[in-house]
Each structure stands twice: as C-alpha cells, then as structure tokens.
C-alpha cells in the first residue's frame, strides 16, 4: 500500500527536479509549477507525512482539505498547458475553472460545517457516512473527474498535423492518462456512495488498491507525457549545439586568414566580427562574412574552404526556426 502512494510522488519530484534544471536551458516554468503542486499534494497525503502534518495543524483532517486545493490547483494548471499546447479554444477551459472555484468554496463550507475529529488517512472510509462529507468528497473527485475528462477530450481530437514524433507519443501519452484519471474518479464515487449508505463490502478493499493504482499511472503518465517533448528538445539542443561549435571550430582558420587579407579587413566592420564569442549569432556573421568574401574575391578561398562553407550553409537550412514546432509550450 505505501509503495502505491509512494512511487507516484517519488517520480513526480524527480520530474520537478529535472524540470528546475532545465530552466537553465530556457525551459518555462508553467510545467514546473503545475508539478510541483501535484508533487506536494501527492506527498502530504502519504499516509505517514499526513497523519504528521495534520497533527501540527489540529488533528482535524483540515489536511484534507488543503490536499485537494493544492491537487485541485496542480491539475488545473497542467489542465490549462494541454488545453494551450493543442491550441484549443480557452472558452470551454475558462469556464469549467469558473465551475471548480464555486465547487472548491463548497468543499471548504462542508468541511468546516461538519466535525471530523481525528487523522484519517482515508477519509472517505471514515467520516463517508456523514452525508455532508460524502458531498464533500464527491464535489473534489467530480471535479477532478470533469477537468481530466476534458483534457483528454482536447487531446485526442488536437490537430496531429506538423507534431513532432516526441509531442505526439507524448500527448498520446497523456491522453491515456487522463482516460485513467476519470476511471480512477469513477472508482473512488463509487466508493464514497458505498460509504455514504452503508454498503461496505469485501471488495472495497480491492477497489480502493485499484483506486490508488489508477491515480499512479494518472499521475506517470501526466509525468512521462511531459517529459518527452521536453527531454526532446533538450537533445535537439545539445545536438545544434555541438553542430554549431563544430561549424565554427571549422570556420575559423578560415576566417583568420581571411581577416589577415585586405579585402577581409574592409569586411569585418560590416559583419561585426568577433573571433571569441562562439554563438549562434557570430555563426551567423562569419558564415556571410566569407560568404562576402567569396563573391567578391573568390580566389581568396580554396576548393576545401568553399565546401566547409557550404556545408554549414546546408545545414543552417535544414535546421531552420521552427524544426521544434509544438514543443515550446508543452516541453519548454
């Protein structure tokens, strides 16, 4: 049973660890923040870290509460990256977050309006008999059910045109996620309504484990998902990088010599040249720099020179601005 609950928070911080790092590779913070609230949420409602925490805070189950705002609001926000990611129309979105916040004021008003002395951390099993904290936890898990519902909704009938391999698996990927969530979802009202009238049964027990099982690979799936287009381009990056140090570690030799040329000192103005910076940008330079040169005085280059020259011309054409398309706002 604890490795149920633990697994899925141990991958969920280690995605928002690798996440923290790729902020240093120009990574957005929005997949960062969405999984470091799923994170906390999954972690303060491990058994042993909930029976402690809510200790602290009055041995009331407020803890309870606190973990569907803090899953409620990580969900949300992932939620709204897919929704972005294939370019749905936020109207719909919009308004089922409008439905949540009125839903989550409700949960709030329950819990307090309804005693729930000590830690339960399985609170439906527990207090699921008080018809205010049934309501309680149906309005949490239906939610979560029609916001994942929804998500899963968006990315299936995305527009799968120009996806990159690694978006698509990924989102693919997510899609059965979410289909998992609602069947999780589905799973766990049907336990509140067994509590709720009384009906406990030897299988709740194996539908509780499924529960758990079904919110694991919910939350895995929501992990691995993202984690593909980003892992993606982080190795397009390192791979352009390597491209570009190797074009210009190539370029250079030539474009000292070139410099030390009469026509290559007229030019260097122009192109701004710098013969320390090993950028993108000064890749771009040198290469229109003995492009110049080339056109004017083509006998200042040898055979050998030009084909290096074309070479990287060739490949900053098959590179080109948009080869990453559909990753920035799902893996970025």
């Known amino acids: 049973m604890r490795l149920i609950q633990l697994l899925p928070a141990l991958i969920l911080w280690s995605v928002v660890l690798v996440r923290i790092a790729g902020l240093r590779f120009g990574w957005k913070q929005g997949i960062l923040r ?43 926000e992932l939620s709204r990256l897919v929704v972005a990611a294939t370019n749905a129309s936020t109207v719909r979105w919009r308004l089922l977050v409008t439905v949540g916040l009125g839903l989550a004021g409700a949960q709030a008003a329950l819990l307090f309006s309804t005693p729930t002395p000590g830690p339960a951390t399985n609170f439906t099993d527990v207090f699921a008999g008080i018809p205010a904290i049934a309501l309680y936890q149906g309005l949490f898990f239906a939610w979560i059910g029609i916001i994942t519902a929804y998500t899963g909704y968006e990315c299936v009938r995305r527009n799968r045109a120009e996806e990159t391999v690694a978006f698509r698996i990924g989102f693919d990927i997510i899609a059965g996620a979410c289909l998992s969530g609602v069947m999780a979802v589905v799973t766990k009202l049907h336990l509140v309504i067994q509590e709720a009238q009384g009906m406990e049964s030897q299988s709740s027990e194996v539908a509780y484990l499924v529960y758990r099982g079904l919110i694991a690979v919910t939350l895995l799936g929501f992990a691995v998902g993202f984690a593909l287009p980003a892992f993606s381009r982080s190795s397009q990056q390192w791979s352009d990088w390597k491209g570009r140090r190797e074009a210009l570690v190539s370029l250079q030799p030539i474009v000292e010599r070139l410099l030390q040329t009469d026509a290559g000192e ?67």
């Open 266 to 332: 007229r030019a260097r103005e122009a192109a701004a040249l710098s013969l320390r910076r090993f950028s993108e940008d000064q890749l771009y330079r040198w290469v229109i720099f003995v492009d110049d040169i080339r056109i004017e005085n083509p006998e200042l280059l040898s055979a050998d020179d030009v084909e290096v020259l074309e070479k990287i011309e060739a490949r900053l054409a098959h590179n080109g601005p948009n080869r990453t398309h559909h990753t920035s706002s799902a893996g970025g």
């Open 34 to 76: 969405a999984m470091l609230l799923v994170s906390i949420g999954t972690t303060l409602n491990i058994d042993p870290v909930y029976l402690t925490v809510d200790a602290w805070i009055g041995d009331r189950n407020l803890l309870n509460l606190v973990v569907h705002v803090v899953l409620g609001l990580g969900m949300t």
